[in-house]
């Protein structure tokens, strides 16, 4: 089978249309990762080439010998559905998680993201986590989140709470809350060792002034998400533009009767959190 003709490379393409459509990816911003299962590596492996080693900048032992599709970086996600060869690649770790080789695509030149670390160590994170069901992280620029970042406290509690309560839904979508990284330079083993600390109980980080990261384990449910969290931010914008004060609200006991109902269990800080 071509490359191009796999599912999971045509849902990954449509993540990365559906993501510039939403207006989190101008220029270059955002990146997108999935580790791709053996069954469907062996489906494309005749189209598979063989190139040297580079160095990841990190170690990921978890993930040695695995396959991943990746954006490239310095690629614009409105381009990826138009030239999905010239904007993404296919890699491969060797056996020790601390090098990969690009085996397919961005067939112009170029490397993958500059944001590998954070995915890879992120991906190695979630993998354990979940006991190998998730399979993807996503970033992007998120206006509203983004904005959040300047005026609410850079806390874990605090975003969750704030963004749960602006849609009765959040609490079911993302049950374990957000985690914030504060500003760091991107593109390096710091920020990605930070993030990846917190992707070990949330599948949401944000770093502020910068964007969000967000997995799960198939495309749809990433992106869904993302956009929770982000329409949730944009509610709050708005409502802090109104006012600083709310009238009424979500309540500590109406989080706890939907969290009984939904059967979910609530990140306990942030329900206390005042
Ligand atoms: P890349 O083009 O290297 O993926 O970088 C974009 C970005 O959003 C960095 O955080
Ligand atoms: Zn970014």
């Known amino acids: 089978m071509k490359v191009l003709e796999a599912k999971f490379v045509q849902d990954f393409i449509k993540l990365c249309a559906e993501g510039y459509r939403k207006g989190w990816h101008e220029r270059n911003g955002g990146n997108l990762s999935y580790r791709i299962k053996d069954e469907e590596i062996n489906l494309i492996k005749e189209n598979l080439i063989d190139c040297d080693y580079q160095d990841i900048g990190t170690e990921v032992p978890f993930l040695k010998n695995e396959y991943f599709l990746v954006t490239g970086s310095g690629k614009y996600m409105m381009n990826v559905p138009l030239d999905p060869e010239d904007n993404i690649c296919i890699i491969k770790l060797d056996e020790t998680g601390t090098k990969f080789k690009i085996v397919w695509g961005l067939k112009n030149g170029g490397r993958p993201t500059s944001e590998l670390p954070s995915h890879l160590m992120n991906l190695e994170v979630v993998k354990r986590r979940t006991n190998d069901k998730y399979r993807?992280?996503?970033?992007?620029?998120?206006?509203?989140?983004?904005?959040?970042?300047?005026?609410?406290?850079?806390?874990?509690?605090?975003?969750?709470?704030?963004?749960?309560?602006?849609?009765?839904?959040?609490?079911?979508?993302?049950?374990?809350?957000?985690?914030?990284?504060?500003?760091?330079?991107?593109?390096?083993?710091?920020?990605?060792?930070?993030?990846?600390?917190?992707?070990?109980?949330?599948?949401?980080?944000?770093?502020?002034?910068?964007?969000?990261?967000?997995?799960?384990?198939?495309?749809?449910?990433?992106?869904?998400?993302?956009?929770?969290?982000?329409?949730?931010?944009?509610?709050?914008?708005?409502?802090?533009?109104?006012?600083?004060?709310?009238?009424?609200?979500?309540?500590?006991?109406?989080?706890?009767?939907?969290?009984?109902?939904?059967?979910?269990?609530?990140?306990?800080?942030?329900?206390?959190?005042?």
């Open 136 to 274: 993807i992280v996503y970033h992007c620029h998120a206006t509203n989140i983004i904005a959040l970042t300047f005026v609410l406290p850079l806390k874990n509690e605090v975003f969750t709470r704030e963004l749960r309560e602006m849609a009765t839904e959040c609490p079911v979508v993302f049950p374990d809350g957000v985690g914030v990284v504060p500003w760091m330079v991107p593109g390096g083993k710091d920020i990605a060792v930070a993030t990846s600390k917190l992707m070990e109980k949330f599948d949401v980080a944000i770093w502020a002034h910068h964007g969000i990261f967000g997995t799960g384990p198939d495309f749809d449910t990433t992106f869904g998400l993302v956009d929770t969290v982000e329409k949730s931010a944009e509610i709050l914008v708005k409502v802090l533009s109104m006012s600083n004060t709310k009238l009424q609200t979500i309540t500590r006991e109406n989080f706890i009767d939907l969290a009984k109902d939904f059967k979910v269990t609530l990140n306990e800080d942030a329900l206390n959190c005042k």
